[in-house]
């Protein structure tokens, strides 16, 4: 099953923002927007956000998402150490029925 | 506390067969979907299966269709993923995350090897 297209990675200065991409088809981004996940080396996946910009109680306001057609976006404002992690995408595909990951990227802050 | 508690990972041959469980706590189970989502070393996020609150429908990843099988307990707050004819590639940390993935488990290994 095919799946989302992230830049394996991305590299940013302390306080920097980046901005992150998957992109789909109009049956998994296009169709009802994107979730991300956070993962650091040894923990478990943790949501930043799901359909697109609803961000669960916790989350840092320093994280925004966005969709523009089949193309999601996370965006990191004011980067910092904790920041250094494995960032994935993944979304419903209605045509598959199936949720399709991107293969994550890896965001490195200098 | 509310979480997912996951078990059952271990060493097994080519061919054969595992049961996971994922135990959650903390919050009506019977009200939302739960995933079974996979982890090979050093890769990327896989989604298994999925199953729905009251377990009338299931999806599975073409990879294992025929092969795994989802399955839960609410009266138990129990979800359960059957994994025969495993292969090598099968080889990953287990998790379980409930409906969007608000919440994961810390995952279990399940290893295929001879």
């Known amino acids: 099953q095919a799946g989302l297209t992230q830049p394996p990675s991305v590299s940013k200065g302390l306080r920097q923002t980046a901005t992150l991409t998957c992109t789909g088809n109009?049956?998994?981004?296009?169709?009802?927007?994107a979730a991300w996940l956070q993962q650091h080396q040894g923990h478990p996946p943790k949501l930043l956000s799901y359909?697109?910009?609803n961000r669960p109680s916790g989350i840092s306001e320093r994280l925004s998402a966005s969709r523009s057609g089949d193309t999601a976006s996370l965006t990191i404002t004011g980067l910092q150490p904790e920041d250094e992690a494995d960032y994935y995408c993944?979304?419903?595909?209605?045509?598959?029925?199936?949720?399709?990951f991107g293969g994550g990227t890896k965001l490195t802050v200098l | 506390e509310v979480q997912l508690v996951e078990s059952g990972g271990a060493l097994v041959q080519p061919g054969g067969s595992l049961r996971l469980s994922c135990a959650a706590s903390?919050?009506?189970?019977?009200?939302?979907?739960v995933n079974w989502v996979r982890q090979a070393p050093g890769r990327g996020l896989e989604w298994v299966a999925n199953?729905?609150?009251?377990?009338?429908?299931?999806f599975y990843v073409d990879s294992v269709k025929g092969r795994f099988t989802i399955s839960r307990d609410n009266a138990k707050n129990s979800l359960y993923l059957q994994m025969n004819s495993l292969r090598v590639e099968d080889t990953a940390v287990y998790y379980c995350?409930?409906?969007?993935?608000?919440?994961w488990g810390r995952g279990t290994l399940v290893t295929v090897s001879s």
């Open positions: 995350a409930r409906d969007y993935g608000d919440l």
């Open positions: 903390g919050f009506t189970f019977s009200n939302h979907w």
């Open positions: 199953i729905k609150e009251d377990g009338s429908v299931t």
């Open positions: 109009s049956n998994n981004v296009g169709y009802e927007g």
């Open positions: 359909r697109d910009n």
């Open positions: 993944f979304a419903w595909d209605s045509g598959l029925s199936a949720w399709v």
